[in-house]
């Protein structure tokens, strides 16, 4: 099927070419405009009790939670509570324009005692947008913001859309530099591997056709469903990484049958049934890993989904279409421009893999044992971790954006604090009797750990809100505990209780999440066992792919605990000590998973392939090395370049993700890959190629034949 294939695109490589570039213009073009059609949001169960409360709370206009804060500061150390500054800012609000804004509350028309500091010197005004969501209240944002400075009075604008607004620049400007800084780096390295320009110039031209097109095609998917901007961010760096991988395999192979002294047409289609075949199941089981994604509620996710399935997708469909076809149109030319100090060293390399393979084959135990304990001891801080959602914290230490939240937080702690927010409905949706509210109040103030209670809500509102103030972190024990004490309490007849803020938002989400990861692993699992066996035709080697790709992802996660959440070393990275965003550890649990499977594949392949032609298991696994070690670690480098850029992003979260991926893609392919299981295939010995009789002829007629 695949050698049929290679000699189909090196028949009409023109033609191929000619379509695959089109596609990319096209869809980079249509592309351009992705940032504008993407949104923020999305990390919470939308079937959540938190979610609605929220949706309780936006029911009335007079409850709606304001999408902008501002901050106003009387000068000179006046009070703000004073004729002088209600008219200034009156006289600016009434400016604001009325298709843009839903609602404004202010402390001058309210004197609600929780919207002035405690000195006196600053008041607020809480302003909602009318955009139906957040991609909408973003286009709006820039209509309002300078009618709410008032000149003589300092102003702070805060609240949830500026600080979407201040993260979603910092996403754009991110992945440009990111992906502006991998390009150079990555076409050094490809130099370095090939030895020469003309080969190294073609996973680069796959990469940026792959993210052209991916990001038309994420743009087209915002028109019929919400996509969180940072999907943007997986698809580009996650779609340029995995082409330049795939082109690299691609590449290599083909230069070994030309080296071989194959024919171009036959080169290609070689190329295409080994390696071309390789990249379609690894790129199958990592689309396989992401789509589990879409399991969860969360928006968010399922956006990561949308981004890392079409980038993935794309890259394999490029790298078996476009690269066969320039690879048959460049011919013996794809040793041009060579460098030869460099095509000495890989003369030099070849023996490293040699000697390495050597070494791992005579001493498996010795090997296989100290990586073991290793890796149990750089999983275990992962047992004891937390989770959260992001908030301000995930921009930049001395971002003006966080900066203001944290002042709101301190100065106004009823309305910036991550309290919970309890919130109270009759029946008949009129405004409950003060008796009632005064009795809830009450019975919220007896729960443990809650501090203080402010009615947060006007009294002719048809929904009522209390605020619950606590001592310590929305992820702490204390915070969790007393959401769960007060939603047993038993509301008065007619109304309903529910429990809402950032503590709440966060359990139902992990609740959310928790429920889905049982099928989650087991579809991954599955799936390496499936596929891997229709590759493979044994029973035993999926199952410890699948263990190896378990444990690389563990040990990634007992790192990023010991830093991120632990605290360690945060200071040079410049990052704040948090919980886990629990959505971006299943991310990259899937990706990781997937990508761990996918340097299995490319080494089980060429073991297996050498078991085929008559060597020995322990032959086979020397030759398997030997020729995949190289190319594995030298993928690898080049998706640390490409992935690993998050690790320069403002935006924590992305940080996080890029510190991630460096360490795990640096473990998975040399002391996983390159020792570990080749230790492990040498101690299981024939073993390895076990299967079932009847498993075996069902996997003869089913497994893609070269």
């Not at 991609?135 to 009618?147: H, I, P, S, T």
């Not at 948090?578 to 550890?585: H, L, R, T, Y």
Request: hydrophobic share 55%.
């Amino acid at each position: 099927m695949f050698a049929r294939w290679g000699s189909l695109v090196a028949r009409r490589r023109r033609a191929a070419l000619a379509i695959m570039v089109l596609l990319a213009v096209v869809g980079g073009t249509y592309g351009v405009g992705v940032f504008d059609s993407v949104s923020q949001g999305g990390y919470e169960d939308p079937g959540s009790e938190a979610v609605l409360a929220l949706r309780t709370l936006q029911s009335d206009p007079a409850t709606a939670a304001a999408d902008i804060v501002a901050v106003y500061t009387a000068p000179d150390g006046e009070r703000a509570d004073t004729d002088a500054m209600a008219a200034a800012v009156g006289s600016a609000l009434e400016e604001l324009p009325r298709h843009a804004v839903a609602g404004v509350t202010t402390y001058w028309e309210t004197e609600a005692p929780f919207l002035i500091s405690a000195d006196g010197g600053s008041a607020l005004a809480l302003i909602t947008l009318a955009g139906e969501d957040s991609a909408a209240k973003q286009a709006l944002l820039g209509d309002v913001q300078d009618a709410l400075y008032v000149d003589g009075v300092q102003t702070t604008l805060t609240g949830t859309a500026p600080v979407e607004a201040a993260i979603s620049d910092q996403a754009k400007h991110d992945l440009f530099r990111a992906e502006g800084i991998a390009l150079p780096i990555v076409m050094v390295l490809l130099v370095v591997i090939f030895g020469g320009v003309a080969a190294a110039s073609l996973p680069v031209l796959i990469g940026v056709l792959t993210v052209s097109m991916a990001l038309g095609v994420l743009r087209l998917i915002a028109t019929v469903t919400d996509v969180n901007e940072f999907a943007v961010n997986v698809a580009g760096l996650l779609g340029l990484g995995m082409a330049i991988d795939y082109g690299l395999f691609i590449v290599s192979r083909f230069r070994e049958e030309r080296h071989g002294g194959a024919a171009v047409a036959d080169a290609v289609r070689t190329t295409v049934a080994t390696a071309g075949r390789t990249v379609a199941f690894s790129a199958l089981l990592l689309v396989v890993a992401l789509s589990t994604l879409l399991l969860f509620p969360q928006t968010f996710l399922n956006s990561l989904a949308y981004g890392g399935m079409t980038a993935v997708t794309l890259a394999a469909l490029v790298a078996l279409i476009a690269l066969p076809a320039a690879l048959a149109v460049m011919g013996h030319r794809i040793d041009a421009w060579q460098v030869p100090f460099l095509r000495r060293r890989r003369r030099d390399r070849s023996r490293f893999w040699n000697r390495l393979a050597t070494g791992v084959m005579r001493r498996p135990v010795l090997v296989s044992v100290p990586i073991l304990a290793v890796l149990v001891l750089l999983i275990s801080p992962f047992l004891n971790t937390t989770f959260g959602s992001p908030d301000e914290r995930v921009l930049p230490e001395g971002d003006p954006a966080r900066v203001a939240i944290e002042n709101l937080t301190t100065d106004f702690p009823a309305v910036g604090g991550d309290n919970i927010q309890v919130v109270l409905h009759a029946d008949d949706h009129h405004p409950l009797d003060d008796a009632v509210v005064a009795a809830a109040v009450a019975d919220v103030q007896a729960v443990p750990d809650v501090q203080a209670v402010d009615v947060t809500s006007p009294p002719q509102a048809s929904v009522t809100v209390l605020e619950a103030r606590y001592d310590g972190d929305a992820a702490g024990a204390a915070a969790r505990q007393a959401v769960r004490t007060i939603r047993d309490l038993d509301p008065p007849d007619g109304v309903e209780l529910l429990v809402g803020g950032a503590t709440a938002i966060d359990m139902d989400s992990l609740d959310a999440i928790t429920d889905q990861l049982p099928l989650m692993g087991a579809i991954l699992v599955g799936a390496t066992l499936v596929l891997l066996f229709l590759a493979f035709g044994s029973v035993v080697l999926p199952i410890k792919a699948a263990v190896m790709a378990a444990v690389s992802l563990t040990a990634t996660f007992g790192v990023l605990t010991w830093i991120f959440v632990d605290g360690h070393g945060t200071g040079l990275l410049q990052v704040t000590p948090q919980p886990m965003e629990i959505g971006v550890v299943v991310l990259m649990g899937a990706v990781i998973f997937g990508l761990s499977t996918d340097y299995e594949v490319f080494l089980l392949s060429r073991i297996v392939e050498a078991r085929a032609n008559g060597a020995d298991t322990e032959t086979a696994i020397r030759a398997g090395l030997v020729r995949s070690g190289r190319v594995i670690t030298a993928a690898a480098l080049l998706l640390i370049v490409v992935t690993g850029a998050f690790a320069l992003s403002g935006i924590q979260m992305m940080r996080f993700i890029g510190i991630g991926m460096i360490f795990a893609l640096a473990l998975d392919a040399t002391v996983i890959r390159m020792l570990l299981v080749p230790s492990l295939l040498k101690l299981m010995g024939t073993a390895n190629w076990w299967a079932p009789g009847p498993l075996r002829r069902v996997q003869e007629r089913l497994a893609l034949r070269h």
